[in-house]
């Protein structure tokens, strides 16, 4: 069997140490302890029915600190690379860190970098004397096993015939491991498939913007959104998916991938990328201007601070962006939020009782429509007219 070192064990990590598990030996590292010993004692924090039910029982992944001495087949590299604002570019230091002692520990190991990354930063890690390939990750919230089993597509990156044997081989691995075996690949150059990535986000990103602005037309000229939607989705060019109205998009991949495809742009002509970034902060300030005219001197309740339904993750959540635009409007919100451990947020009061929380508001903002709200839909402020992500 193959021989597997995950490092980095977030969302993405765990991702590739289930995928991989039943068919190589998997190795997985992680620098939060915390992190590493929840794994090993099997607490994932998932929130995926599916998966779970597919899967059962799922084993306990033991989890490391600290790089161990063996000599796996495929180091895989899934550390966070956030969005700098300072330097308009992934922060890629704890990556450019591994990356070096990796290299330096695992000489014959293909590396392989999951993580996001600014176009062309394979190819200048390669230029550096390091042999590495890029496969990109697809995943969603709340959809791992469809993700992970039956992904849209497969593509590693390399830059060398030398790495191409190395890429052919990883892709088997892959193969070998998903349920959907006629599954599309793609073998690229490094900078192509890091590419794919960014684009691929940003025409998300554009199309969640693009019904957003249909649905901005309709809130200011009275029309029905969902008719329009509908209408316009009947067109099979188009489709009925991913065009559901939200506060705007958010969540940890959309923000920060649009940003920095933007800044590879450098002097290449561009309008429609910063155009979805601009239109999306545009879809925030047109929500808080409604909430605020409409409920003038009322108390408003929001339910969850994420912008999906049953997501853990406030990361770039637009629910947080609009709070500040409402406390700039001096609107008195009440939050309920049910994980959170405080009782406050960003200055404004948490309730964990959900009775509770409806009888004190006078509106209640959601972003996404669940079971829980039906019995109240008629104070409930939301632009989610489809009732689903």
Known sequence: MSKVLIVGIGYVGLAQALLFREKADVYCVDASKERADSLSNGNYRLNDSLFLSRFGTIPKIETLTSLPKINPDFVLLCLPTDYDEQTRSFDTKALDEEIKKCSKMYPNSSIVIKSTVPIGYTLSKKKEGMS???????????TLYEDVMKPSRLIVGYDDEKDKEKAKAYM?????????????TI???????EAIKLFSNEYLAMRVAYFNELDNFALKKGLNSKT?????????RIGDFY?????????YCLPKDTKALLSCYGDIPEDLISATILANEHRKQTIAEDIAKRYKGKT??????????DSPNFRSSPMVDLLFLLKEKNVDVIIYEPIAREDS??????VDDFQRFVDSVDVIVASRIDERLNPYLNKVYTRDVSHRD
């Not at 939607?229 to 009947?234: A, H, M």
């Not at 065009?243 to 969540?251: A, E, K, R, T, V």
């Not at 947020?345 to 948490?350: N, V």
């Open 132 to 142: 590495l390939l890029f496969s990109p990750e697809f995943l969603r919230e709340n």
């Open 172 to 184: 088997d691995l892959i193969l070998n491991c998903v349920e959907d075996k006629n599954v599309r």
């Open 187 to 193: 073998l690229s150059s490094s900078m192509e498939a």
């Open 228 to 236: 329009l939607i509908e209408g316009v989705s009947l067109d099979p």
């Open 243 to 251: 065009n559901n109205p939200s506060f705007g998009y958010g969540g």
């Open 300 to 309: 408003v309740g929001f339910y969850r601070l994420s912008g999906k339904k």
């Open 345 to 350: 947020f960003k200055g404004y009061p948490l």
